[in-house]
């Protein structure tokens, strides 16, 4: 069965800090994969998506993630972590077609210290 | 542009009861997607509904059953609650099945006592 695994299930950054949040994928097919945010008590807010155009993909609040097929990851990174980061995030990825329902992993926590 | 609501926010039973819980999709949004994410954990597919019709089911009993409505609403019934239902129900809509992005509504917190 396809997973993800997000490695570290909690990460803490200083304000400023450089902000590395892991995900791999077990597939020999690329897929779609997504990144998405979630505040406490609300619903998940994709933050950015790689659909197999460029490898290095941009996204809202300043976050991005580079897709490396030969490493089956799509980590998720931000230069300088600010305080209203904090928050949950989960790593998805689809594989299409009519059903193309999502796969997430088991989300990463980020605290931001001040 | 409306996005995806859900009602109720929040919703308590009691164990062998029954339960709704209602979706309304994107604006435009065909393909309507239920998740249930229990605490501590990611979201996991139960089903997705296409034009009114369940279009792929996840690893979820039978008790587990919705409804998609000609305005592309949606509804996930659950019959016979167990207390491992408790969780949050996120529904998600996208645009057409073909598409990839899904957009999540805010969930409703069901809570099985």
């Known amino acids: 069965a396809q997973s993800v695994t997000q490695l570290g299930s909690h990460v803490s950054v200083s304000e400023g800090a450089l902000v590395l949040l892991r995900c791999n994928y077990s597939?020999?097919?690329?897929?779609?994969l997504f990144w998405y945010v979630q505040y406490p008590n609300q619903g998940l807010q994709l933050l950015l998506k790689?659909?197999?155009?460029?490898?290095l993909v941009k996204g809202i609040n300043g976050f991005e993630a580079e897709f490396k097929k030969s490493e089956t990851s799509f980590h998720l990174t931000k230069p300088s972590a600010h305080m209203s980061d904090a928050a949950e995030y989960f790593c998805?990825?689809?594989?299409?077609?009519?059903?193309?329902?999502?796969?997430f992993g088991k989300g990463t926590k980020l605290s931001v210290k001040p | 542009e409306t996005g995806v609501t859900q009602s109720p926010t929040h919703l308590i039973k009691t164990r062998g009861q029954q339960v709704t819980l209602r979706c309304s999709s994107q604006?435009?949004?065909?393909?309507v997607s239920w998740y249930q994410q229990a605490l501590g954990q990611g979201p996991q597919f139960i089903f997705q509904?296409?034009?009114?019709?369940?279009?792929g089911r996840g690893n979820f009993p039978p008790r587990f059953s919705g409804l998609q409505f000609p305005n592309y609403s949606s509804e996930l019934n659950v019959n016979a609650l167990e207390l491992d239902d408790s969780a949050l129900y996120l529904c998600a809509s996208r645009a057409d099945r073909e598409t990839y992005e899904q957009y999540f509504g805010p969930g409703t917190r069901l809570t099985v006592t």
């Open positions: 998805a990825v689809s594989y299409g077609g009519s059903q193309g329902n999502l796969i």
């Open positions: 509904y296409y034009r009114e019709e369940e279009n």
């Open positions: 790689y659909t197999s155009a460029a490898t």
């Open positions: 597939s020999s097919v690329p897929p779609y």
């Open positions: 604006s435009g949004h065909n393909t």
